[in-house]
């Protein structure tokens, strides 16, 4: 099941951002200052090494809980990208990053990715003119993703999305006004930054 509980415990618990909060609002503005504290009463007294096991999972933990997936999507996206000849991790950073849902949220057309999984089931997203509301929908290169119409993107969370300076667009992305372009297949680095993909494929491998 998808993890529908106090997101900033999650990212304490993690100890990164996990872009689960809308940056610049005040949720997102404690969790960064309560980030680095151990959560618990007595913090990490008492606690024991954290095992080569214990590593993996958070590792996979993580992933999960920055794209909003399930255990067993993960899994299942795991299991398409092993069957590809050649790098496992690199595989599966692009299925992830290939989600309709994501692809909203790269574009900035949207300041979370659930709130950009919010946008798709709403029926406010096209691919190629046609209405998506599907979040896990596999977006290919060559595929056109815009907003549904002009009203959507007066949308309060669209519009302060779209009017955000810092928001940097993905080479493998093109974006002009309200209109996305998927360029070419998405890289892996933006993952990779966060998280160590060996320990996820680790994990699985077992």
């Not at 302060?160 to 998927?182: C, F, H, N, Q, Y």
């Not at 998280?195 to 491998?205: A, G, T, W």
Request: proline share 4%; no cysteine.
């Amino acid at each position: 099941m998808r993890y529908t509980g106090p997101r900033n415990r999650l990212a304490r618990r993690e100890k990164t951002d996990l872009g689960l909060k809308t940056p610049g609002s005040k949720s997102h503005a404690s969790m960064l200052k309560r980030i680095n504290i151990d959560p618990g009463q007595h913090s990490t007294r008492g606690r024991r090494k954290v095992s080569e096991h214990g590593k993996q999972l958070r590792e996979k933990q993580k992933l999960r809980y920055i794209f909003g997936v399930s255990e067993k999507q993960l899994k299942n996206y795991f299991i398409g990208a092993k069957k590809k000849p050649g790098n496992t991790g690199v595989f599966l950073a692009q299925f992830l990053e290939s989600r309709l849902d994501n692809v909203i949220f790269r574009l900035g057309f949207a300041p979370t990715r659930a709130a950009a999984r919010q946008l798709v089931s709403h029926n406010h997203i096209k691919v190629d003119g046609k209405v998506v509301n599907i979040a896990s929908y596999q977006v290919r290169a060559g595929e056109i993703v815009n907003l549904k119409n002009e009203e959507d993107a007066k949308l309060p969370v669209v519009a302060s999305s779209l009017a955000r300076v810092d928001m940097l667009t993905p080479t493998w992305l093109e974006r002009k006004g309200t209109v996305g372009k998927i360029i070419t297949v998405p890289e892996s680095e933006s993952i990779e930054k966060q998280i160590n993909m060996r320990l996820v494929i680790e994990f699985y491998s077992r």
